[in-house]
């Protein structure tokens, strides 16, 4: 049947590409912040026309802004967002041209959750199933080998069969395909170990939320898109902390001991010697001393006194004679040794002799007389 409308398809295809009007993507910042608590969640929406916000014209009123501000009303944190696409790529065109430019983009900042938006480019252009299931699976093996911990998420395919600006029996058709295509996204996802995230066709069912060209969706479906995949984000396990291994103890360095000397015995107690009387030093006698035995002189006979008579005449007088001479000799003492210098009267100088008995008797007789 397909192949009987193929002519009629083209045909529709070619007049709804005249007619559709081309929007431009969504202006402003590309990245910003939604106030909440705790640290920031950071965000990272990466596509097509969808993700770089066709149909809005703030990034803040296209899917990454809304997304934000659902995920902080959902989790009650703060929320940093990011976004980096192009407009009319297909799967293999994010792959060469947009995941190369996410290092500069999230300026060495790891995301935590990464939104991918790619497929209806690929619907438009007619690629084969086959080469868009390789083409997915490439895109998202190397968004998960670059964030490793972050929470990826696969939105599924729009309700095609709900879009305003296709005609039927175009409608129809092409929203069996991008049925076909998202259930390949589904498989994918799982095998990557990311989230598919399919989109409810009830949203798509009101005009107001698409924009002008009846293709994308206007900011009120841009924010009940966000709150669907915001809804699919689980909120993140704090990844533990682990300590740096402390380094190795460096053991102490053991101290040279010194050889203990051995410790003697006690000594036996030697018997103490029996007390010995003390002798009293003998006290020398007092010398004696031994008186020399000088025998005394026998005293002069007395002269008989004269006779008074008349008064000669005065004869010369003689001249007076010498004096007897005092001889003091040396005499040492028998208890003490010392010279002790003994007068003896009436012995003359030249005369003088050691007091001594025999000294004396010869002194006596040698006294003149």
């Known amino acids: 049947m397909t192949a009987a409308l193929g002519p009629i398809l083209l045909l529709q295809a070619r007049r709804t590409a005249r007619r ?37 014209s703030w990034h803040a009123e296209a899917l990454p802004g809304f997304l934000a501000r659902a ?9 940093a967002w990011t976004v980096t696409g192009r407009n ?13 430019s996410l290092t500069p983009a999230l300026n060495g900042e790891t995301p935590d959750v990464v939104v991918v938006t790619v497929g209806i480019n690929d619907l438009i252009r007619r690629r084969p199933l086959e080469v868009w299931e390789a083409d997915l699976s490439e895109l998202v093996a190397a968004l998960r080998r670059r964030f490793r911990r972050a929470e990826l998420l696969v939105a599924g395919m729009p309700p095609v069969e709900r879009f305003p600006v296709l005609p039927q029996p175009l409608r129809r058709v092409m929203a069996a395909r991008a049925r076909a295509m998202d259930r390949i996204a589904r498989e994918v996802a799982r095998a990557n ?28 479906g841009y924010r009940i898109w966000a709150d669907g995949l915001a809804a699919a984000v689980r909120p993140p396990v704090p990844v533990p902390v682990t300590p740096a291994p402390a380094a190795p103890a460096v053991p102490a360095r053991p101290r040279p001991r010194r050889p203990l000397r051995p410790v003697p015995a006690p000594a036996a107690p030697v018997p103490a ?7 009293p030093e003998p006290v020398p006698a007092p010398a004696r001393v031994v008186p020399n035995p000088v025998t005394p002189m026998p ?31 040396t005499v040492r003492s028998i208890a003490f040794r010392e010279p002790v210098n003994v007068p003896v009267p009436g012995i003359p100088i030249a005369v003088g002799l050691p007091i001594t008995p025999k000294g004396v008797r010869k002194a006596q007789r040698k006294r003149p007389a």
Do not use: K
């Open 273 to 279: 010697a029996p007390a010995v009387p003390a002798v």
């Open 193 to 220: 170990g990311a989230i598919h995230v399919p989109m409810d066709p009830a949203m798509a069912g009101d005009r107001a939320l698409f924009a002008a060209d009846g293709l994308h969706p206007s900011p009120d």
């Open 299 to 329: 005293a002069a006979p007395a002269a008989p006194e004269p006779v008074r008579t008349a008064p000669a005449p005065a004869a010369p007088e003689p001249a007076p004679a010498a004096p007897a001479a005092v001889v003091s000799t």
């Open 71 to 79: 995920l902080r009303e959902r989790l009650r944190r703060s929320v």
């Open 88 to 100: 009319g790529a297909t799967a293999r065109r994010v792959i060469r041209d947009v995941v190369p």
């Open 20 to 56: 559709t009007p081309r929007l431009d993507p969504a202006t402003g910042a590309d990245r910003g912040t939604v106030t909440g608590r705790g640290p920031h969640l950071r965000v990272v929406v990466i596509g097509e026309s969808t993700a770089v916000g066709v149909g809005a």
